[in-house]
């Protein structure tokens, strides 16, 4: 016997339905998932999924202030970078970025011979796990993420030290507790980020990201890092409560004593030195090559500051700050408001509440995946075989709904089925006419917990070792407000309808891209991006609903636009959302580009200068994969897996100060993160498989880097033909079966919920030889 949510889940029944459905997609993955799949997508029946994003002011933001010498710190303008002589690592060179404020190398791409530091297949590495190596899983190549983590940094740490003063950095400021982030990728792939600490204080924005493929160094970036004397004290000469008063002072509001929202620390601040220049003598690159170093550097200095987190009298429920105060002076160097704001069974909105069929209307039983029961999880069906009570808690959701709390128990009749309704915000789901489940049994509970779950399930499929993913995201839904969501560094938040807006916590798209900023706080390089981390939470939203189009119908009877010049979205394009990723659907059909930021975002159009960006990784799905001759859906599941797998390590995605077309030459920028992780023999210097593809789409932004030959390569005897595949249903199943294709090193079984066009969960990964699951 068993029971299940919300009736039976179509992919798991025995009748597959045309409401709601499964797309099972078959790729042939070839060498390490990194190259161009050729994909045959078998569609069993149809359906949809969602889109959203904001920003509005409140009381306390006219405080908010970033120190001058701070804040260009913080847009990256570090002046120019300058390249060195020399040809490509594949002839025996290191390819360097220069830092034009240190005037040390700031992005460097080892030799070969100097760059294989664990055994795999990069060009020219030779190590091999022999005997002699030794680990708990004996002899040979190690599987376990969190060793093979350890034996990454060990190495890393060595290369530092044999090259530290070549880099101009000290290796003994890396590698303290806590202050090292990694992150193992399915196909062996590595990212480090290492962040930076002086004499046992953190030095903020300063650090080294290191990205390993197939055992090599591929890239190696080092930001921020300005010479720091040994004569600089640490200890500060004012409390935490005493830069709490300074913010207090500064904002004219009383701070809430034993309510701050994060521990107060001392911290070094970096900060620009524009007030002395001093030249560079000529220096060597790691093998040699003269730098054609700046003659004049305006560099780095460093203030001793307090991060303090106040909660003030009267701060609203979209506020939570922090500030650094200088723990000598008492100066404010930065107060800022962190939160980031979006400009079983039962019924779900597939992709908004917008009344258009089918996407923005509510549909029955989809499925309550990993959800509580009692003290056990149903499974990925929302099938379960025990007893107990649920709410809307999960494997990776917890739901607090401002209209009430919500419980089902699989005594009562129909089990555990929360059903469906008309209306909005606190309006109860109903079985056979009657309400369930209690008061906070909303469209809000139903919709989110779905889509935050099933997105969760997608990201954990991509980076399965993110031990961030082991919690529950805890989703605050109908609070008493109106046009908005936001993230405030825990929490995601959203907001009745009213005011001329839709429910914010019915909109998928919303929802997708609140949960983009957790994603983004808390991967390898546990931070927010910048300029702008809105680029990157609209991408994951988008390349989970499968839409260009942020927010749809979030506004009734609004077209989206962007930027100062209010550029519209044309009628044409159907997007009634606040922002489109994809230019071509507005009047301009124009990119979006760095300089078109400088002249068009404000100080603080976050939403604005984050096209900038989005609008690349979008092109080079929809424009430049598609040239090379890829469909549609492989070119979709191409970019997600870039997507994932390159912002991980990701700071700054471009430098909005830069020369144009060179915005992504700075550090390890989202330019540099898509090359790196497109490339599948641990050397940049011979190309990448979608090399010409990926620059063609930042350059258009101005986004793009020229200190590397932009060539395709690593895409030699692949498969050229899909395979065949057949599926049958079954009770809380689907059987596939598939010809073989030669030259297919394995396949990637992906599974959809509501149609081909919409993010996908890895079910499996299997080898040639099989052909079935």
Not at 201 to 218: D, L
Not at 407 to 427: F, R
Not at 561 to 585: E, P
Request: proline share 3%; net charge negative.
């Amino acid at each position: 016997e068993r029971q299940q949510y919300l009736f039976s889940a179509p992919h798991r029944s025995t009748t597959i339905t045309q409401q709601r459905s499964t797309t099972v997609l078959i790729s042939t993955t070839i060498m390490m998932q990194q190259l161009g799949t050729i994909a045959l997508a078998l569609a069993i029946g149809g359906c949809s999924i969602a889109t959203a994003l904001m920003h509005t002011n409140g009381t306390f933001d006219s405080f908010e202030y970033a120190d001058p010498e701070l804040q260009q710190i913080s847009d990256w303008n570090v002046a120019e970078r300058l390249s060195i002589t020399g040809e490509g690592g594949d002839k025996g060179l290191s390819f360097h970025y220069v830092d034009g404020r240190s005037g040390k190398p700031a992005v460097i791409y080892p030799a070969v011979g100097d760059a294989s530091i664990l055994p795999g297949d990069g060009v020219g590495n030779r190590l091999l796990w022999t005997v002699g190596t030794s680990h708990d899983e004996g002899h040979g190549p190690l599987t376990d993420h969190r060793m093979l983590s350890g034996v990454a940094v060990d190495a890393c740490k060595q290369w530092i030290t044999n090259h530290q003063d070549e880099l101009g950095i000290n290796v003994e400021e890396l590698f303290a507790p806590g202050m090292v982030r990694t992150a193992t990728h399915p196909d062996g792939d590595i990212q480090l980020s290492l962040t930076r600490t002086f004499k046992g204080i953190e030095v903020v924005g300063s650090r080294v990201a290191i990205n390993i493929v197939a055992g090599n160094i591929a890239t190696v970036a080092v930001e921020q890092w300005g010479d720091i004397s040994m004569d600089f004290g640490v200890t500060p000469t004012i409390t935490a409560e005493d830069a709490l008063n300074v913010l207090s002072t500064h904002t004219g509001h009383a701070h809430v004593s034993g309510e701050e929202s994060c521990d107060s620390e001392v911290q070094i601040l970096t900060l620009t030195n524009d007030d002395d220049t001093f030249f560079v003598s000529s220096r060597t690159n790691l093998r040699g090559v003269a730098l054609e170093s700046p003659e004049v550097i305006h560099g780095y200095k460093h203030v001793l500051a307090w991060k303090v987190c106040p909660k003030f009298d009267g701060q609203g429920d979209a506020h939570s700050f922090k500030g650094y105060v200088d723990a000598r002076t008492k100066r404010v160097l930065e107060f800022k408001n962190t939160v980031h704001l979006f400009e079983a069974e039962g019924a779900v909105y597939p992709l908004s509440n917008d009344g258009m069929s089918p996407g923005g209307v509510a549909q029955a039983d989809w499925p309550m995946s990993y959800m509580l029961v009692g003290n056990s999880l149903t499974d990925v069906g929302g099938n379960f075989d025990f007893s107990g009570t649920a709410s809307f808690r999960g494997r990776f959701a917890r739901i607090n709904d401002g209209c009430g709390g919500a419980s089902l128990s699989n005594n009562e009749p129909g089990g555990i089925n929360w059903g469906n309704s008309g209306g909005t915000d606190c309006t109860r789901g109903r079985v056979n006419g009657q309400e369930v489940g209690g008061e906070g049994n909303t469209h809000s509970s139903r919709t989110m917990y779905y889509h935050v779950t099933h997105i969760a399930d997608i990201a954990s499929k991509h980076l399965p070792n993110a031990s961030w993913l082991n919690r529950q995201l805890t989703a605050n839904i109908n609070r008493d407000a109106n046009c908005n969501a936001y993230w405030n560094g825990s929490t995601i938040n959203f907001y009745t309808s009213g005011g001329g807006c839709n429910n914010s916590g019915e909109n998928v798209g919303i929802i997708a891209h609140e949960w983009g900023h957790d994603w983004d706080a808390y991967d390898v390089e546990g931070g927010i991006s910048f300029p702008s981390g809105e680029g990157v939470a609209d991408l994951y939203a988008a390349f989970y609903v499968g839409s260009s189009c942020i927010g749809r119908g979030f506004i009734p009877g609004r077209f989206c636009r962007t930027g100062k010049s209010r550029d519209l979205c044309k009628a044409s394009s159907g997007c009634t959302g606040v922002r489109d990723i994809d230019y071509m659907q507005y009047v301009s059909e124009s990119a979006h580009t760095m300089t078109w930021a400088r002249n068009n975002c404000d100080e603080n159009g976050v939403h604005c200068k984050g096209n900038v960006y989005s609008e690349a990784v979008w092109s080079l799905y929809k424009r430049e994969l598609p040239a090379m001759g890829y469909d549609d859906l492989t070119a979709f599941e191409l970019t997600t897996y870039l997507l994932y797998k390159a912002a991980g390590n990701v700071r700054g995605w471009y430098n909005e100060n830069a020369s144009a077309p060179w915005g992504g030459c700075g550090g390890f920028t989202g330019y540099r993160a898509f090359i790196t992780a497109d490339d599948n023999d641990g050397n940049l210097g011979n190309g990448t498989p979608h090399m010409i593809a990926i620059h063609k789409a930042f350059v258009d932004q101005e986004i793009a880097c020229n200190d590397l030959a932009v060539r395709n390569s690593g895409c030699a005897n692949v498969p050229d033909s899909a395979p065949k595949v057949s599926a049958a249903s079954g009770d809380r199943r689907v059987t596939l079966t598939w010809t073989e294709v030669d030259r297919a090193l394995s396949y990637d079984v992906m599974r959809a919920e509501g149609g081909c066009e919409k993010g996908k969960v890895k079910v499996a990964n299997v080898k040639p030889g099989n052909g079935n699951l």
